[in-house]
């Protein structure tokens, strides 16, 4: 297997091939989904939630984005690896948000980079796209616009479907490879995923999107509580962890570890 460029992804959508994404920030989940052929990884701010603890996406920097794409970036053997730029780090200037792209590229070893907004970023999205830095452009719900929009609410909803195709059309021409959308309905992301010549990727955006996007904790089951309706979990990990960690307690107690075979002889 080729390394994924954006180009790999471009003709996946010509051929009509949908392709995978996932999250990941450390090196063997990189790893992992690596080898079982996922095509993008995603080093997502919502390492916000997922890693750091934050309640939102919102207070990720930069600095704590680096370390963690560097980690996939040094696993990933074949995916192309996107990296968030985080709240903050992009929409004050274009100038600004190729500083911070940059970072992700240089210290982080990012092949592309991901921000969250409609048209209004398309001078950024030309600007980092002019000067070298593949870029895929988040619409539909954007996490880090969660005050202003009231929570979590599906976007892009009757009338507003018209609004999200010219949307996606504009960060197309701006240079933007792939447009990704989040908690839009089916019908709409299908109406982008056909206005496009770039590949579009899906999470909560019905089956029609050229990709699909999920949050690794999500997909694998690790994370407790209420999931959201477009996460479907492919595995049962919390389970599988949190019953190793009572048998390892089990075992200390009891005396049954560490046994013989464990031990060191004088
Ligand atoms: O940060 C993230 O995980 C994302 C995905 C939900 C698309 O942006
Ligand atoms: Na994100």
Known sequence: RKRVRTVTLQQMKERGERFTMLTSYDMYTAEIFDEAGIETLLVGDSAGNNVYGYETTLPITLDEMIPLVRAVAGAAKHALVVADLPFGSYQESPAQAFASAARLMKEGRAHAVKLEGGAHMAPTVEHLAKNGIPVVAHIGFTPQSEHALGGYRVQGRGDA?????EEAKTLERAGAFCVLME?????????????????????????????????????????????????????????????AARAYHEDVSSGAFPATEHSFEN
Do not use: N, S
């Not at 479907?161 to 195709?165: F, I, K, S, T, Y």
């Not at 770039?198 to 509580?225: E, N």
């Open 161 to 165: 479907a018209a609004r999200l195709v």
């Open 183 to 243: 908690m839009v309905p089916a019908p709409a992301a299908k109406a982008v995923t056909e206005a496009l010549r770039v590949p579009t990727i899906g999470i909560g955006a019905g089956p029609d999107c050229d990709g699909q996007v999920l949050v690794w904790q999500d997909f694998a089951g690790l994370r407790d509580g209420r999931y959201p309706r477009f996460a479907k979990k492919f595995a049962d990990v919390r389970t599988v962890l949190l019953d």
